[in-house]
């Protein structure tokens, strides 16, 4: 079974910061998901990448697939990014993504 | 509405009670998840469907069942509801394998068993 490790499990920044998420995984992947879930509960679909990078308007994801490792960076952070931040991976023998147990951030202004 | 949709949003039940969840996608989409988050946890998958009349079981089944009669619809049961199965359950739904499309969640069922 996948171990998925995410550091750190609790951040507080100010507004504007850059931030970083990190997310590791014990057995090789076919893809890692990145999740954020608001304090209303509902999940959204960030990023799915198996190689490199992606980046969405201030959001960028990359995954090292040699080192098993991916951060989530966050720039000119604002407070609406507060959210629960979740690594998800899929492959490496398992049925299912297998999750960590999220980051909690909070962006005060 | 398009979309994935959860219901009831909130329920709460006795110990040994049967309860269903509803999960309903307006999408087409083939694959059809159900996922437990507990705190300390984090998120589970409980079982999953990649068509209608194939379903399989995730990595914390015991004391769910699933169908999936039609493609659109995933319901889960708890056939007789303890307090460990107090939580909150989310349904997703992925045009095809999990390791290839990006997964679309619902809103969430909030379970509480007494």
């Known amino acids: 079974k996948n171990e998925v490790e995410q550091s750190p499990q609790n951040l507080t920044a100010q507004e504007g910061e850059f931030i970083t998420i990190n997310c590791s995984y014990s057995v090789g992947i076919s893809a890692l998901h990145w999740l954020q879930q608001h304090p209303g509960g509902g999940i959204v679909s960030l990023f799915m990448?198996?190689?490199g990078k992606k980046k969405h308007g201030r959001l960028i994801a990359t995954i090292n697939i040699q080192e098993k490792h991916s951060s989530l960076h966050i720039t000119a952070s604002h407070p609406r990014d507060s959210a629960v931040y979740i690594c998800a991976v899929t492959g490496g023998g398992a049925d299912g993504l297998t999750f960590g147990k999220g980051t909690h951030l909070i962006i005060q202004p | 509405d398009a979309g994935i949709t959860q219901s009831p949003r909130y329920k709460i039940t006795e110990t040994g009670r049967q309860v269903t969840l509803m999960c309903h996608q307006t999408w087409s989409h083939s694959y059809m998840f159900w996922y437990r988050q507990d705190l300390g946890h984090g998120l589970r998958l409980i079982y999953y469907?990649?068509?209608?009349?194939?379903?399989d079981k995730g990595e914390v089944p015991d004391g769910y069942v699933v169908s999936r009669s039609k493609t659109e619809n995933f319901p889960l049961t708890l056939e007789s509801a303890t307090r460990s199965q107090t939580s909150v359950y989310f349904c997703?739904?992925?045009?095809?394998?999990?390791?290839?499309?990006?997964?679309?969640f619902g809103p969430g069922t909030r379970l509480t068993v007494t």
């Open positions: 469907s990649a068509a209608a009349d194939i379903t």
């Open positions: 997703a739904s992925s045009t095809r394998g999990m390791s290839s499309y990006e997964q679309y």
């Open positions: 990448l198996s190689s």
